[in-house]
């Protein structure tokens, strides 16, 4: 049992868990406790150094907006967002509920004016009914809202730039050829800023989006958010494709020879599956890349997400500004190291080599 745990930790990247498990089955427990004590002890020290002087810097740097917000305002902000956020959900669900019992209301009079015969008066009933079935509750996005637009942002981006570079990256890979010729093509457009790309992109998208905004699926915000996240985020994932084919052992290539294999095939079935790794090595250096982007990329396209949070805090300049900002950089750095967990869980799953 404890051996199937071991694994589970190892493969989830959660080894420093792995001395408590070991203490407990009985191993030598002065060695466990030892790396307990720094799998554990030091990062506390850390942290509490850092709450320390950040404490200290709190009560002695002023800015325009009052004194640098302590790890305690940070915190009551924290909860003042969170408790925001389910107050509207609870005021939303009221007003939904009154709207559909004034709905009922409506078509239960429409019923009687029908029996009655009056036809006319009943369809204005029932028109009636519809309107408030299908009214929407006004407000604006909470915290939550925000996050969680960011996240669906953050992974459109995402899928459309592995997409992109996957099938770019395995044809790099197996042709000299197009890799000569894409190579330049790569260095030029790797290094540019999201902010460059940005105007570029929301132009683009104005100019070919021009479906109605009440027909829309998606926001012209969202698909230039998502789009910047796209350009930003496919470089990594495309070299290190690049990079994993043609690392491909060249005994297996030969094999797919010596079999007759189709092009196709060879890829589908030795190709891509050796190159797994490192796929997976890029894609998760493209999502932290993504991440980090789309936070630049909603506050110019005004994406309701985090970074739109961060820009309409800082545009505030109440005294809970810099405190809420803060609060959003703390998310975006929990979400983002979640994120990056995630893809190491997804890259361990395909590589027997470990990943630091």
Request: proline letters at 4%; one cysteine or more; a positive charge.
């Given at each position: 049992?404890?051996?199937?745990?071991?694994?589970?930790?190892?493969?989830?990247g959660l080894e420093s868990l792995a001395p408590i498990v070991?203490?407990?089955?009985?191993?030598?427990?002065?060695?466990?406790?030892?790396?307990?004590?720094?799998?554990?002890?030091?990062?506390?020290?850390?942290?509490?150094?850092?709450?320390?002087?950040?404490?200290?810097?709190?009560?002695?740097?002023?800015?325009?907006?009052?004194?640098?917000?302590?790890?305690?305002?940070?915190?009551?902000?924290?909860?003042?967002?969170?408790?925001?956020?389910?107050?509207?959900?609870?005021?939303?669900?009221?007003?939904?509920?009154?709207?559909?019992?004034?709905?009922?209301?409506?078509?239960?009079?429409?019923?009687?004016?029908?029996?009655?015969?009056?036809?006319?008066?009943?369809?204005?009933?029932?028109?009636?009914?519809k309107a408030a079935e299908a009214a929407k509750y006004s407000?604006?996005?909470?915290?939550?809202?925000?996050?969680?637009?960011?996240?669906?942002?953050?992974?459109?981006?995402?899928?459309?730039?592995?997409?992109?570079?996957?099938?770019?990256?395995?044809?790099?890979?197996?042709?000299?050829?197009?890799?000569?010729?894409?190579?330049?093509?790569?260095?030029?457009?790797?290094?540019?800023?999201?902010?460059?790309?940005?105007?570029?992109?929301?132009?683009?998208?104005?100019?070919?989006?021009?479906?109605?905004?009440?027909?829309?699926?998606?926001?012209?915000?969202?698909?230039?958010?998502?789009?910047?996240?796209?350009?930003?985020?496919?470089?990594?994932?495309?070299?290190?494709?690049?990079?994993?084919?043609?690392?491909?052992?060249?005994?297996?290539?030969?094999?797919?020879?010596?079999?007759?294999?189709?092009?196709?095939?060879?890829?589908?079935?030795?190709?891509?599956?050796?190159?797994?790794?490192?796929?997976?090595?890029?894609?998760?250096?493209?999502?932290?890349?993504?991440?980090?982007?789309?936070?630049?990329?909603?506050?110019?396209?005004?994406?309701?997400?985090?970074?739109?949070?961060?820009?309409?805090?800082?545009?505030?300049?109440?005294?809970?500004?810099?405190?809420?900002?803060?609060v959003a950089v703390f998310t975006i750095g929990i979400i983002?190291?979640?994120?990056?967990?995630?893809?190491?869980?997804?890259?361990?799953?395909?590589?027997?080599?470990?990943?630091?």
């Open positions: 049992m404890s051996a199937r745990i071991l694994r589970i930790l190892d493969a989830t070991r203490l407990l089955r009985g191993d030598d427990s002065k060695e466990q406790l030892r790396r307990i004590g720094i799998s554990f002890g030091a990062p506390l020290v850390a942290f509490l150094l850092f709450l320390g002087g950040w404490s200290v810097a709190s009560a002695s740097i002023m800015t325009k907006y009052g004194n640098l917000p302590s790890p305690a305002d940070v915190w009551q902000q924290a909860h003042v967002l969170v408790t925001a956020h389910f107050e509207t959900e609870a005021a939303k669900e009221v007003y939904y509920e009154e709207q559909a019992a004034k709905a009922a209301e409506l078509r239960a009079a429409a019923g009687v004016l029908t029996q009655r015969g009056s036809t006319a008066a009943a369809a204005k009933l029932i028109e009636r009914a407000s604006s996005p909470s915290y939550i809202d925000q996050i969680l637009t960011s996240l669906k942002t953050v992974f459109a981006g995402f899928v459309v730039a592995s997409l992109i570079a996957i099938p770019i990256g395995v044809l790099c890979g197996t042709s000299d050829l197009i890799k000569t010729a894409i190579d330049p093509l790569i260095q030029l457009f790797k290094p540019v800023s999201p902010l460059a790309w940005l105007p570029i992109v929301m132009i683009c998208v104005g100019a070919l989006y021009t479906t109605k905004p009440s027909e829309a699926w998606f926001e012209k915000s969202f698909i230039s958010s998502a789009l910047t996240v796209s350009l930003c985020s496919l470089w990594p994932t495309l070299v290190n494709t690049a990079l994993g084919v043609a690392s491909v052992d060249k005994d297996h290539l030969n094999v797919a020879k010596v079999l007759k294999l189709g092009t196709w095939t060879r890829i589908r079935k030795i190709v891509i599956p050796s190159a797994l790794p490192m796929i997976f090595a890029g894609l998760r250096i493209s999502l932290g890349v993504g991440w980090m982007v789309l936070i630049a990329a909603e506050m110019l396209a005004q994406n309701p997400g985090l970074g739109k949070f961060v820009w309409d805090m800082f545009q505030n300049g109440s005294s809970q500004t810099l405190a809420q900002i803060m983002g190291m979640c994120l990056d967990r995630l893809m190491i869980i997804l890259q361990r799953s395909v590589s027997y080599a470990r990943v630091s």
